[in-house]
Every structure is written in structure tokens, then in C-alpha cells.
């Protein structure tokens, strides 16, 4: 629930702070607060997902993307994601999340994130990101044409992201997918 206040006051700040394009790469300076850390007294490993959740709505509020999903009701979800962690960040240090669009296949929007603690990287993790509507998932370039925008050439997923994605996808929310502990 505390991400949801996290989440308003970064639409609140992101009024006054330039804007941006999708393209660019976001930066949300934030600090270790209590309900990000663990009993280690550090950001709990799957609060760092939630703290990429706020860089992304931060790209997406100050670049304008986010009106354009609000106006066609879109959802941005999660397919899939990974991470790796380097060092720990603990209780009250200052740190920046760093968001930049990685690229995009026929099926997903990628995304790049860091977390950075005195221009050190102590965090890296990538995202595959779809949208829905009414109808089910939104072509990426419906979504394109709605930004008025195009994909830079320069922003081409490497092939090993796409190669893990596919690995690690389950089955589509149509189609079944039996659980079993024996495997």
C-alpha cells in the first residue's frame, strides 16, 4: 500500500519536473525508508521490483506516455523480469533508480533498470512489459502510433533478453496450466 502513495506523490512531482521523452533515460532520487528493508537492514530483494515499478511511472508521467494509456484505458503489466544484485543499500541511504527503454520486440516493451549509490551501480534488473486493453494485449506499434512516436534504431533488444523472456514465459492466461509439485 505504501507504493500507491509513493506512486501519487511522483505523479504530484512530475507536474513541475522537466519532461522528458520515453526515450531518455529516467532518474528518481529516493532514500532507504523503513518499509523497504528487511530484518538485514537492507532493501528487501523484492522491494527493489516495486522501486523499478516507480521508475517506470516515472518515465511514463513526465515523457506524457501516461495520459495517452489513461485516454485509450490501457494497463501497463509485467511479463517478466530479473535482476542481480551486487551490494546492499541500506536504511536511510540515498540512492538513484535509473529507468531507460531497452527496446522492443513483437511482443513486448523492454526496460533496463539500475540502482545507484554514489554513481555505483549496486543493482541491475530488466523488465518485459506489455499493455492491455478491453480487447486483451496492445500491439507495440498501437502504442507507438498513440505516443506519435517511433523506436530509435539504436534501441534493439539483445538477443539473449528475448531468448530469456521466451524461457521463462508460462503459458497465456487463455490456454491452461496445470500446477504439480511432482515433477
Excluded at 519536473?17 to 529516467?26: L, T
Excluded at 513526465?62 to 494497463?75: E, F, H, I, M, Y
Excluded at 503489466?77 to 530479473?82: F, I, N
Amino acid at each position: 500500500m505504501h507504493m500507491i502513495f509513493r506512486i501519487l506523490m511522483m505523479l504530484v512531482r512530475s507536474k513541475k519536473a522537466s519532461k522528458i521523452s520515453m526515450f531518455d533515460s529516467g532518474s528518481v532520487p529516493m532514500r532507504a525508508t523503513l518499509t523497504d528493508i528487511d530484518f538485514a537492514g537492507h532493501i528487501n530483494n523484492g522491494m527493489y521490483f516495486s522501486i523499478f515499478d516507480l521508475g517506470r511511472f516515472d518515465l511514463m508521467f513526465r515523457s506524457g506516455a501516461w495520459d495517452v494509456l489513461r485516454k485509450n484505458k490501457w494497463t501497463p503489466v509485467v511479463q517478466a523480469e530479473t535482476m542481480t544484485f551486487r551490494k546492499s543499500v541500506k536504511l536511510g541511504v540515498k540512492f538513484t533508480q535509473e529507468t531507460r527503454v531497452l527496446g522492443m520486440d513483437e511482443r513486448c516493451i523492454y526496460f533496463e533498470q539500475h540502482i545507484v549509490v554514489n554513481g555505483e551501480i549496486y543493482a541491475r534488473g530488466y523488465i518485459a512489459t506489455r499493455m492491455t486493453g478491453k480487447k486483451g494485449p496492445v500491439s507495440n506499434e498501437e502504442i507507438l502510433a498513440a505516443l506519435g512516436i517511433t523506436l530509435p534504431e539504436d534501441r534493439v533488444v539483445p538477443e539473449w533478453i528475448t531468448a530469456w523472456r521466451e524461457a521463462s514465459a508460462l503459458p497465456g492466461a487463455r490456454k491452461p496450466a496445470p500446477f504439480s509439485l511432482i515433477r
